[in-house]
């Protein structure tokens, strides 16, 4: 598509619940960003992909978290156990080189999937 | 490290007035800069950027120019439109075009008509 997607929108979990979370990059985009927007503004990242592998992943608490972009798959973004301090806006961006051969690698965002853990 | 310092909202302003929002940065190398809006709801979308040194990123009225010697990127619009009214973000990424972004805090801009 020519949007990234994100689902659900909102999500509900009780504390200890998995949640997992789904982001489909715009078609053509090799490279995935997922953020954590807490706090109403303060942006922490996650963890990165080119294609189905890891890029970079030092945003990641490992513990709990887990990431994976599949071949012909939505990527997804998994925490275990939840908690109450993961209540906050989850964004997936994309990105790709453009068609000129200019590395402007620019992100396009997603709407964000709200995740509140109760 | 990496990290960008922008000026604490709320702003609030009336219609057709001049706008200056503060961004200062910190980087190991060579980044490129970001402005990014939110509106109520939404995600992020790219406003403007620039990629270096005395670059003038503009889009929609809004203009913003990479300052290395004062490690800055202070976004202006001469005259706000309440259409405007959103939290924008300044960012930055490292020299890597893979690289991750890194966020300023958001300023939250009212504008009253």
């Known amino acids: 598509g020519e949007e990234v997607a994100q689902t659900p929108k909102h999500l509900v979990r009780g504390e200890g619940q998995k949640a997992k979370l789904y982001c489909a990059p715009i078609k053509g985009h090799s490279y995935v960003f997922w953020y954590q927007q807490v706090l109403k503004n303060e942006f922490k990242f996650l963890i990165s992909?080119?294609?189905?592998?890891?890029?970079?992943e030092t945003g990641m608490p490992k513990e709990r978290f887990s990431a994976k972009c599949l071949p012909n798959s939505p990527c997804s973004l998994e925490i275990q156990a939840t908690k109450l301090e993961d209540s906050a806006v989850y964004f997936c961006?994309?990105?790709?080189?453009?068609?000129?051969?200019?590395?402007?690698?620019?992100?396009?965002f997603g709407p964000g999937t709200r995740l509140t853990v109760t | 490290g990496n990290s960008v310092t922008q000026m604490e909202g709320p702003v609030t302003l009336s219609e057709e007035a001049f706008l200056t929002i503060n961004c200062t940065y910190t980087a190991t190398g060579y980044p490129s800069l970001f402005w990014y809006v939110q509106y109520p709801g939404e995600g992020l979308q790219l406003l403007l950027k620039?990629?270096?040194?005395?670059d003038k990123g503009s889009n929609k009225g809004f203009e913003a120019t990479y300052r290395k010697e004062t490690t800055s990127f202070h976004l202006e619009k001469g005259s706000v439109q309440v259409s405007d009214s959103a939290v924008y973000f300044c960012?930055?990424?490292?020299?890597?075009?893979?690289?991750?972004?890194?966020f300023g805090r958001g300023t939250q801009l009212t504008v009253w008509p």
């Open positions: 620039a990629t270096k040194a005395d």
């Open positions: 992909f080119q294609n189905e592998n890891v890029f970079d």
């Open positions: 961006a994309s990105s790709q080189l453009t068609r000129k051969g200019k590395s402007s690698y620019e992100q396009y």
């Open positions: 960012a930055l990424r490292e020299g890597s075009t893979l690289g991750r972004l890194y």
